[in-house]
């Protein structure tokens, strides 16, 4: 258990490096390794389970490593209850997604399944650090891998789509970088600079200079979200990418924007956070009805899987911003919610593109008696992201309004009418696909969902079914963290000092010491 968050981090990296060095004609091997290399990842993921406590809202498994001594950057690994299911949803997701894609890429398959694991390794790099620098360099790492799969399986726009999203995301995060340099100079002056955590937790920031660093943090998330108005590189990335890139940037990639704001924007600019919030708040509920609106009139199936998600991501925002216990808890298990439904039904809509070459909503209908068990799981994912009781879209929209309405009323309410557009155009979605008579003579012949695909989804919804029955299994673990996050950001706004780590470290050294000195007296007196 001691290297266990390495072994997570680099395993993929490894197995990465194993593909790469197979010959590309032994197509089946490389399938294998890959999703074997996947699923180990997945079941030493889950091995955090048993070893992280519940009750602790610190960062626990923690791994540490002096990486660049002279501007204190650390190799330093850990989980808190605000990344647990984050990681773990990065490591279910992956092999779902090599498995999704068994039969589908044809063409560089060696290099596909390398550029896949290399996301993976990118991805959990920034979900497991603790250092700044370190989140950086992986928050950066996973934009080429994540480029390349659009840019080379793709569709028919691919290098646009993959030109735009690289410009965007790049923009967002060398303004960012220029960010992290200034919390470096200043960390470092009352000695040796840190770029942990919970060194920079305890900075002091003038208020200028915080309220810019504020601004520059926010736009490289709110692009990577996205929030609106940043939204627009994320239909194009959605359409033109293929089944796999799809899933793995809405089920995981689009996270770090919300997982950022939480773990960086909230603590370390509080000043700032609280002084702006109604404007991010505002920006997601806006993303919230515009989502909505522009997903209700798309003709293609992925295009309005992809503008349901600036939508569904609004909510996660609005809660973030709302700064209560319930809608912190609700965006974070919204983000998991997100990864599963989303990521459901883009898997579903390629394996209806698999077979028809066409996800145009006038190209079906009537189909639900010629695929019967596409339509239950298909059904099943819309009502997840429509937020019925009992599936585990519900559980996050309920927690994000409840906790939100006392910060933001009206906006709360606004954004409630975002569940009824939901509502309408998902179902209109399903009506229009699968019912009715069907006009295509071609739908007729369509074979249902496969065993690989089977396989790829079913998991996915049990994950749905999971949360929406027994979501305090989910929401347990990070009620701590969560806790004292706010708890963090309320006394940094009232100017309260904040301990660094080494500051921690002594305390605990001395009062353990005084707690041995006590015993040591009482075992005096007793003799």
Known sequence: MEYLLSIILWFPLVGAVAVALMPKTALQAIKVVALTVSVVVFVLSVMILPAFDAASPDFQLTEQLTWIAVWGVSYALGVDGISLWLVLLTTFITPVVILSQWTSVKRYLKEYMVSMLALEFGMLGAFLAMDLVFFYVFFELMLLPMYLIIGIWGGANRIYAAIKFFLFTIAG????????????????????????????????????????????????????????????????????????GSIILAGVLLKLGTYGFIRFVLPIFPEATFQWAWLLATLGVIGIIYGALVAWVQPDMKKLVAYSSVSHLGFCVLGIFALTQASLEGSIIQMVNHGLSTGALFLLVGVIYERRHSRMLADFGGIASVVPLFTVLFIISVLASVGLPGLNGFIGEFLILAGSYGTFPVLTIIATSGVILAAIYLL??????????????????????????????????????????????????????????????????????????????????RHAMAELRKREAAQEVSR
């Not at 695909?453 to 347990?476: D, H, K, S």
Request: hydrophobic share 50%; charged share 20%; proline share 8%.
């Open 173 to 244: 995060s060398l303004l960012m970088l220029a960010g992290i340099i200034y919390l470096g100079v200043l960390s470092g002056r009352g000695g040796a600079p840190s770029f942990m955590f919970q060194d920079l937790y305890g900075l002091t920031i003038p208020p200028e200079a915080q309220t810019l660093l504020f601004f520059v943090f926010t736009l490289a998330f709110a692009i990577k979200v996205p929030v609106f108005p940043f939204h627009t590189w994320l239909p194009d990335a959605h359409v033109e990418a293929p089944t796999g």
């Open 428 to 509: 209109w979605l399903v009506q229009k696909v699968f019912f009715g008579p069907i006009v295509h003579e071609e739908n007729r012949t369509l074979p249902d969902i496969g065993r690989h695909e089977m396989l790829a989804v079913v998991p996915l919804v049990i994950f749905m079914v999971w949360i929406g029955i027994r979501p305090e299994t989910f929401l347990r673990p990070m009620r701590p963290a969560v806790a004292q996050m706010l708890e963090l950001v309320e006394a940094r706004r009232n100017g309260e000092e904040i301990l660094t780590i080494e500051q921690r470290n002594r305390e605990a050294a």
